[in-house]
């Protein structure tokens, strides 16, 4: 309501700045109708320019600063305009007085315009119902609002950065909104801080594996083996670890790894379904567990996962196949990136694109022969995905 | 609820500007006092709306209201207060609200200062000043609301650019925009003229003082613009011709040349219709150079957002102003009276070239500008127009003028002397050329050219104090006399003077600069040592830090000149945590005149840095130059009288047989 009572005011205020002057004006016009003076001489400020120069033309000439003659030459040439702005004056000095009864429209322009304009305007375009929110005021009440939590977090660790217990609270749910970089820097400030915990270096390494669109980096590598040296058996850690070996080609081991780790892990543990996948992909027998879990894309940045919110299943769709494109269109230009050819080959096969899939997997293995480790990495992901690979790559 | 009325204000503001573009042009078509007095006392309401609407956009960045869309989009709650502050329009929408804000300024200026210019010029004004206000409130409102709201709010902005994060965005927008605006006064003051159909000595009177506000602004917000841009980005240079550099520097030409023909016009009634021309031209490269910039056509750290509807919509306000306003060139001015006769050899004469050379070096940089964009959209086809066009062509057209610059102030209006004029001058010709050669000695090994090229700056700087020397009649009269009369000089004489020192000091820092700089590109280990420009720079090693809202890698390098330590100089490389962008702070020490530029590039494998080292010798003259011709502008500002241009009979040699007499010397 008080809103309301400001915006009437200003309104109000405006509409005054037209009206007073119109109207003491129109009154001023009906007090001295016959005053010549009521009208303003056009040529008035032309003639006291000119009067001003002489005056200055004398100061100059009393300084010294122009000689007599040249004052002379000027003082005449001056008085010739001077003299001709005076004439012309008088010639069209004689126009009538503004009648009074023509600032009614213009006081009714001036009274309507401003409302009208105003208020249509504002409320096509404004929202009248929405309350100031500036930030302290919501860090003091945040209520359950996780985002603002965060946020105090921050400004509490931008003060106290040495504060294990902050980034360590932090981290994970940076990772959850998909802030990977925030995460990243989060476990690690919390493991130099309050050292290794199984949590952290896990944490850390499953960061960096999303940082990496899915694959186990030897960063991530490092932070999984010390966290198997702290907790043997450790289920995470271990299902990671497998999958560096399987991503490395060595599918072997990889089975072994995974067969391990269903072997350790509790009956009707959540992740027994994928781990089974896992081994069956790498020639090993399922496991006789649920249907797997639908396989994870690559990794969009937070802006793409939040435009993704707002668009339809086929602009979405539309979405994912402009980031391919950019990555297939990169990978022509460069072509020495395995990472990059290994979240193509997946993009394809996912979105059941297969002979795109076949195709990428070709030029992939042209830039890294099968017979290295990073070819086989690639012959690894097309048995995964169940692609068959060009016999080009088999020599 | 402060959110919304600031939104409300802007919005009322737009149906003030709308009254005030009408209801004043029908009052002075009617002669009616009462409707031209409206635009007084709407342009002061116009104004004060805006500040509501401004002030209120800069609450929601200091106290970090993210339900602003605006403030979510370029803030961040840990970012330094100044920033908060410098922000505001530091991105698209809040740069068309400074834009604004500052139109409506001058516009309330006028209102409330110009109570001697005649009744139906002011009114005229004030509404084509409306229009143009109008026209960028509708595209504020409909393409770029800063008052947009979020709901819910988010709890973190999205940050500022961190390259906009710097002291530099607090100063180079403001001072650009006074400038580019600023120029948008002389235009509705060219336009009224147009209207009313007459260009008189007020109108002349008025037009100078806005147009030297204008172009003082402009000058020293380019200046500024081109430090910041020297040492934010680490490259080492300090004008790149960037189309949006260009895009602030074609107004300054244009701007420059209505300054000089707007003098012309007040002291002596000539070059009326040039002048007019020259004021819309001025302001229609501004709108272009806002059109370039903000449009998205080009990609630059100013091209906050890439909106096809914004750019379409700035394209119409473009065509509508720069086409109506040349439309009514080409309909009116041949009803204008011109004004004063004088010979091709006279003060005006001389200004008139000026004129020439600084419209056809303007043509050459919108060319140079334009043309590149021209070919990709017809053709695809994309090219870059670099310094060696620019050299060639905006260069060679300079060199000329420059040399021209001393003799102006020292011919007589009407009639002028140019042999009288050189006499004056072979003194000072002569210091210069030795001046350059002593230069030259002091740093040999350049290329003879440059003797030249630094003489012309000592020519420039040696004219403006030949130009005072003369006028006080130093060695013509008792040297306390000589004295007295520099004092009693007006100061608008002064201003004329320390502008044109000032451009000598610009164009000896950038001859200087450009001829004797030196660079090393080196991989440097801790320990190692390069040397440069005389100075030895160690490399000591790199520090981690971390600022409010970044984090940075800071190398740190010991100075030694002769085996002494003088200094340190450290140059870092930040990553700004929330955009998680990095940036590259460069290390600038000032020796005297001179820098010493260090910039960090990437970390090598073995262990050391990539670091650029730039010897830079004088090259503060450059921005100290443009503050000198900024200074001269303000003092001849101050100077409130008028300027009336006293002309001679006849040419005279400078000894005549009476020396008894005191000399006949053009006055200011």
């Known amino acids: ?395 | 609820m402060i959110i919304e009325i600031g939104h409300y204000a802007l919005v009322l503001a737009l149906a003030t500007s709308l009254l005030v573009s009408v209801l004043p042009m029908i009052g002075a078509r009617r002669g009616d006092t009462g409707m031209m007095q409206v635009a007084t006392t709407g342009s002061l309401m116009l104004f004060g709306l805006v500040v509501i609407a401004f002030a209120v956009l800069t609450w929601a960045y200091v106290v970090s209201d993210f339900s602003v869309m605006n403030v979510w989009e370029n803030s961040h709650s840990l970012m330094p207060l100044i920033y908060k502050y410098s922000g505001v329009w530091g991105n698209h929408e809040g740069s068309m609200m400074l834009w604004l804000l500052i139109l409506t300024l001058f516009s309330a200026m006028v209102a409330a200062f110009g109570r001697n210019l005649p009744e139906t010029l002011k009114a005229n004004v004030l509404a084509v000043q409306s229009w143009i206000a109008t026209a960028f409130l509708i595209f504020i409102l409909f393409t770029s609301n800063p008052f947009t709201r979020l709901n819910p709010a988010p709890a973190e902005g999205q940050d500022l650019n961190p390259v906009l994060q710097d002291l530099g965005l607090a100063v180079h927008p403001p001072l650009l925009y006074l400038g580019y605006v600023g120029f948008s006064v002389c235009f509705s003051f060219a336009i009224a003229a147009l209207i009313e159909g007459r260009i008189d000595a007020a109108w002349a009177r008025w037009v100078r003082p806005w147009a030297l506000a204008a172009w003082c602004f402009l000058t020293v917000g380019i200046a500024m613009g081109s430090y910041w841009a020297y040492y934010e980005l680490g490259w080492g240079g300090w004008w790149f011709w960037d189309p949006v550099e260009n895009a602030s520097f074609m107004p300054w030409l244009a701007g420059t040349a209505l300054l000089h023909s707007a003098l012309v016009m007040e002291k002596r009634e000539a070059l009326k219709i040039w002048t007019v021309l020259l004021a819309i031209m001025t302001f229609s490269l501004s709108l272009l150079g806002t059109f370039l910039v903000r449009s998205g056509v080009l990609t630059s750290v100013h091209a906050f957002a890439t909106d096809p509807t914004r750019g379409i919509f700035i394209l119409c306000i473009l065509a509508f102003f720069i086409g109506g306003a040349f439309i009514l060139f080409a309909w009116r001015a041949p009803m204008l009276k011109s004004g004063g006769l004088f010979a091709p050899i006279s003060r005006e004469g001389s200004l008139v070239l000026n004129n020439l050379i600084l419209t056809v070096a303007c043509a050459t940089v919108l060319t140079g500008t334009l043309y590149p964009l021209a070919l990709e959209t017809l053709t695809g086809e994309k090219i870059s127009v670099g310094a060696p066009f620019f050299d060639m062509t905006f260069g060679l057209l300079m060199l000329p003028l420059l040399v021209a610059v001393p003799f102006g102030p020292m011919l007589a209006w009407k009639r002028g002397d140019l042999l009288g004029a050189l006499q004056r001058l072979y003194v000072f010709a002569a210091i210069s050329l030795a001046a350059g050669l002593v230069f030259w000695y002091i740093h040999n090994g350049g290329p003879v050219l440059a003797i030249f090229a630094l003489a012309l700056g000592f020519w420039g700087m040696l004219g403006a104090v030949a130009d005072l020397w003369n006028r006080a009649q130093f060695g013509k009269q008792k040297t306390s006399v000589a004295f007295r009369r520099l004092v009693g000089l007006p100061r608008s004489a002064f201003g004329t003077a320390l502008a044109h020192f000032g451009l000598g000091v610009t164009v000896l820092g950038i001859f200087s600069a450009s001829l004797y700089g030196t660079e090393a590109v080196v991989d440097l280990k801790p320990g190692a040592t390069v040397s440069t420009g005389g100075y030895e720079l160690t490399f000591t090693g790199m520090k981690d830090g971390a600022g409010p809202n970044y984090t940075e890698q800071r190398g740190i390098f010991t100075v030694r000149r002769g085996g002494n330590v003088i200094g340190e100089i450290s140059s870092s490389k930040r990553l700004f945590t929330a955009r998680r962008q990095a940036t590259t702070e460069s290390g600038i020490r000032t020796y005297g005149l001179s820098q010493l530029y260090v910039s960090l590039g990437d970390a090598t494998n073995g262990g050391g840095m990539v670091v650029r080292v730039w010897w830079k010798p004088f090259i503060t003259c450059i921005w100290g130059g443009a503050l000198v011709m900024m200074f001269g502008g303000f003092v001849s500002l101050s100077d409130r009288r008028l300027r009336v241009g006293a002309p001679s009979r006849k040419a005279k040699p400078v000894k005549p047989a009476k020396p008894t007499r005191p000399q006949m010397e053009p006055a200011e």
């Open chain 1, 1 to 395: 309501m008080l809103l309301w009572i400001i915006l009437a005011f200003l309104t109000a205020a405006v509409a005054a700045a037209f009206i007073i002057p119109l109207a003491r004006s129109a009154r001023a016009a009906a007090a001295s109708a016959a005053d010549d003076r009521a009208n303003p001489d056009n040529r008035a400020g032309e003639v006291e320019v000119y009067r001003d120069q002489l005056g200055e033309l004398q100061r100059d000439l009393a300084g010294g600063l122009i000689g007599t003659e040249e004052a002379e030459y000027a003082k005449a040439e001056i008085g010739r305009r001077l003299l001709a702005a005076a004439a012309s004056g008088e010639k069209t000095g004689g126009k009538k007085a503004p009648e009074i009864g023509r600032h009614r429209l213009a006081i009714a322009v001036a009274t309507v315009v401003p409302p009208a304009i105003g208020l249509c305007l504002y409320v096509m375009l404004g929202s009248p119902g929405l309350p100031d929110q500036p930030l302290e005021a919501r860090l003091a009440n945040p209520g359950n609002d996780m985002a603002l939590l965060v946020t105090k977090a921050e400004q509490h660790l931008a003060q106290n950065p040495q504060d294990g217990a902050g980034w360590d609270l932090l981290a994970p749910i940076y990772f959850r909104t998909q802030r990977l970089g925030d995460a990243d820097l989060a476990y690690r400030n919390a493991i130099r801080i309050l050292g290794e915990s199984v949590e952290r270096l896990n944490g850390l390494g499953e960061t960096v594996v999303a940082e990496n669109q899915g694959v186990v980096t030897d960063d991530a590598r490092t932070a999984f083996q010390q966290a198997a040296k702290l907790q043997p058996n450790e289920p995470r850690s271990s299902f990671y670890l497998a999958l560096a070996l399987e991503q490395a080609g060595k599918a072997p081991e990889a089975r072994a790894a995974f067969e391990t780790l269903a072997k350790v892990s509790p009956p009707g543990a959540p992740w027994l379904p994928l781990v089974s996948q896992h081994i069956e992909k790498n020639g090993g027998m399922p496991l006789a567990a649920a249907k797997p879990a639908p396989p994870a894309l690559g990794s969009p940045t937070q802006e793409d996962v939040a435009a993704a919110q707002n668009m339809s299943s086929g602009d979405r769709q539309e979405m994912i196949r402009g980031m391919i494109d950019t990555l297939a269109a990169k990978l022509t230009d460069d072509p020495n990136n395995l990472e990059g050819w290994l979240r193509l080959v997946r993009s394809y096969a996912v979105l059941g694109d297969k002979p795109k899939a076949e195709a990428a997997l070709a030029t992939g293995l042209k830039q890294f022969p099968a017979s290295g480790d990073e070819g086989r990495q690639l012959v690894a992901l097309a048995g995964q995905m169940g692609l068959a690979v060009a016999p080009v790559a088999k020599e």
